[in-house]
């Protein structure tokens, strides 16, 4: 099983292998909102918070000995993934918590608790990162360096463009096949056009996939900034304080929540 965290395993031989699709979200939502019902009046704190950080589904398995069971599973980006290689140790007994409870609260037996590295292909990234070249130096590259740090594979103009490459279809590109997209909103960007139009593109992609994709970073005075780009200020924004570190943690934990 490379590239799999076993959190949890219960009796028996400790390798499976997923055999079908998850179950549908209608089925699985029994299941998970009377086990948090139940996790929550226990005070089991630990498994509580795995089963809503993590976005779990589901799955009917089989081992090497053809048994039938059910895994609760999951795909985490890298940065995630390490966390969880890092800490499965102290995850073991809120994992065998939230097994037992998801069949205690109607769902089936849970024989593995895992979570698995989410891959990459080589054409795709997690973060585009759009900001003015003004912001170069003190913003974007050392943001880069710490997601890319972190495992957090980005698109950034200084490694995408090649010499002669078209600038806006490269471009256009990263921003389709982007996770998330990183706006570096400073006084620079909001009197660039382009930025405006790479802005309305992401947030196009983002009402079309029903998935939080565009995440402001704010770089100078909030009210000044929004003004400039009114369409942003119903998202929840972070201001550039100079800590490349904490906007990795902030992604590190919209990754681990459930998209809608």
Known sequence: MMGIVVLHHGTGAQDFTIE????????AEEPF????????ARRQEGALDLLRSVPFEIYPA????NDE????YADVPLMEYERFRDTRQSLKLPARQLAETI????GPYIRFVAVGFERVKPTEWEVFICH???DKNLVARPLVQQLEAAGVRCWYDEAEIGWGQSIVQKIHEGIARSRYVIVVVSKYLVKKPWAQKELRTALTLEIEAGETRVLPLLVGHP?????????LKEKRYLVWKGDAEAVVLELGKLARRPQS
Do not use: I, W, Y
């Not at 909102?33 to 929550?40: G, T």
């Not at 069971?69 to 609760?72: G, M, N, R, T």
């Open 132 to 134: 003015a070249s003004e």
């Open 20 to 27: 079908g699709p998850s179950f549908p979200s209608d089925e």
């Open 33 to 40: 909102v009377n086990a948090r019902r139940l996790l929550a």
């Open 69 to 72: 069971f059910h895994v609760l």
């Open 103 to 106: 069949a205690e609260a109607g």
């Open 223 to 231: 009210h000044s900034l929004l003004k400039e780009v009114p369409f």
């Open 62 to 65: 089989t081992n090497f000995f």
